[in-house]
Each structure stands twice: as C-alpha cells, then as structure tokens.
C-alpha cells in the first residue's frame, strides 16, 4: 500500500488518545495546570466518574483575554519557549498538548479572569479551535475548566471505562497525593451534588498534618521522619526528606507518594527496591506507606520521556536509589526494638457462661431461644487430654459394650447348634 500523510484532524485525536487516558489522566493534568498557575485552592467536582463531567476550578492568575484563541491549540504554552528551557523546567506542564487533547475527545468550556478585570470571559472549544467568540460574564478570580462528554468520539474506549470500575477511586487518590506533598493549597474533591467531599485539605504548614488530614491519624502515629543527601555537600547532587511507616504498621497495599521537583511520578525500581526493604521487617501480608520529596537539579531530570509525564529519568539513578534504600534500611533497623501488637479484650462473662454450658455439658440455648437435648458423651468433641470425659476409654464405653453383646450372640448360637 502506499504511504499517505494522514489528515491533521486524525493526528491530533490519535495523539489526544495517548495524553488523555482516562478521565484521571486529564483531572491530574488541570490539578497541574492550577498549581503552575499559583493556585492556593483547587476544587475537583466528578460526575460518572469522569466521563460526564469533570470541573476543576481554582483562583490562580487567570488567563488573558488576547490568549484565549490559541489557548487549546497543540504546543501551545507559556512554560517555555526554546528547547533549552527545557533542561531547566521547573514548572509540571511544558509541553501545551493537554487542554488541545481533552478538545479533541470532549467538549470544553474554559471561564477565567484576571486580575484587575472588571468581569471574565467564557468561552468553548472543539477540536482544538473556539467554536464562538469569548463572551463576558460574571467570574470569580482564577480559572475553571469544564470537560463534558469525555471520549464521546471514542466508542471502544468508552465502552472499556463504562464496563470497568469507576474512576473516580483513581482521582481522590490523585488529590489525596497531591494535598499531601503541597501543603501550602487547599484542595477539595467530591462527586457531582454531593453536599460532602470526599478530599478536603486544609492549609497547614506541617507535612504530618497534611498526612493526617487525608490519610487519618492512624497512618501517622506509625510513621516517622527520614532524610537522605550526598554525603559529600560540595558535590551535592540530591536531597531526600519524607515520611516512611514503622514495624507497626500494617495495611493490605503499599502507598507510595513520590515527588520528584515537585512532581508526581512513579519510579517502579524505586518502589522495587523498598518494599525489598520492608519485606525483611513486616508480615507478608503487610506493605508500607512512604512519602518521598526528592530535590535534584533541573538539568539532572528528563522529564520528557513520558506521554502524561508520569516518568522521569534520573542522573545517576541507581546510585541515588541505593542511597536512599540503605537509609531507610538503617532506619527500620533502629526502630525495631519494639513491637506493638492490638489485643482484644475477653468478655469475662461470656467467658464464665461457656464455662458453665462446658462443665454441665448438658442444654445449649439455639439462636431461637429453644433448648436442644442432651449431647452424649461419646458424641462430644474431644478438647483437653486432663478432661475425664475427654480421655480417649470414655469412647471405648460404647464399642465395648457392642463386642459383648455380639459374643453372647456367638455363645447362644453356638448352644444352638
């Protein structure tokens, strides 16, 4: 077959297909967005899990009127603007595909106002272009994004998402990372016209608090602080500080909040290499919770290696994990001294009531209130050797006296003949 070039049009849906997804894809994409823009309140609303709505609104600097035709353009960005400033990108977004994307598998209203601005202007996109002009309207400071009918263009995916479980698990844990690590924002997260939400985190200047607030007390009373740099200060390259629970603790499932400058990401060796650590020390049905800040400088990450950037490579990233690894190593070691162990405590008079049904051995009560009959002995079940009617001659009694009535038979027959 011969080569054709596809049509602008296919490129992008294909393209927004790998940046978008799934509905939490493109919730931690504007939950970004708003940090980058110097939000100090975020607030997610969430309805079917995504796919009906998705809402997210915050009071950062807003966007100006005169950008607002371009705004949902690909690469488009204010993040950069040579390849060079990519080497030093402190920001999480770069590369301006995320809100061209969500145009191009949903339908897209954008309300903002800056400041200074006597009201703000609304206005929708479609395939990454304004369907009609910005209009002026009532707005408070910041932004809100609007996503309707995500992947509305794409039957075989919104079928998948349709017949799988819920998303939204996904973007309460998405928040719950993101009010852990900034402290300094407060974020909220509920369902469409739930009165409560599920994730409210306050402003707080400690991290424990912030930990406390989304995860609940009975994380941090087991966790405690770490901190891991190069040893050599002139030649620093790393700074490590967060949290990591104790021996005591005990959960089902490792939760693992990593931020690498400021931005969450996943690092499966990282993680390989802990729960390594931890398996020596906990039950094996048990797993940690860890929260790790790594500092490094810009150039020392590429962040460029993955579609929704929730991969970096690191300089020097075996070494910076065998440092890490061995600190956390000498950590438990020191803290394993005690163990805590949850006990429960006997009910005395349960306790005295079996005793008795025990020793009498005679009328046990139903869940109906009637009392059944007598148990034999030799019916029961054998449970303390020191017990008379335990010992192994009380179940003889009956075999015993079927042997002697079955060689009296033998003798009465035996006349007979």
Known sequence: PRIRRLEESVVNRIAAGEVIQRPSSAVKELVENSIDAGASTVSVTVKDGGLKLIQVSDDG?????EDL???CERHTTSKLSAYEDLQTIKSMGFRGEALASMTYVGHVTVTTITEGQLHGYRVS????????????CAAVKGTQVMV???????VARRKTLQNSNDDYPKIVDFISRFAVHHINVNFSCRKHGANRADVHSGSTSSRLDAIRNVYGASVVRDL????????NAVDEIFKMDGFISNANYVAKKTTMILFINDRLVDCTSLKRATEFVYSAILPQASKPFIYMSINLPPEHVDVNIHPTKKEVSLLNQERIIEKIKDAIEEKLMNCNNTRIFQTQALNSSALTQANTRKDKGTEVSTPTGEKSQKIPVSQMVRTDPRDPSGRLHTYWQGQTSNLEKKSGLVAV???LH
């Not at 600097?61 to 009127?65: F, S, T, V, Y």
């Not at 309707?148 to 794409?154: C, K």
């Open 125 to 136: 996109y479609r395939d990454g272009v304004m369907e009609n002009d910005p209009k002026p």
């Open 413 to 415: 027959r035996y006349d």
């Open 69 to 71: 035709p371009i705004l």
């Open 61 to 65: 600097h807003g966007i100006r009127c």
């Open 224 to 231: 405690m602080e770490i901190q891991v740099s190069d040893e």
């Open 148 to 154: 309707e009918n995500l992947f509305y263009n794409m």
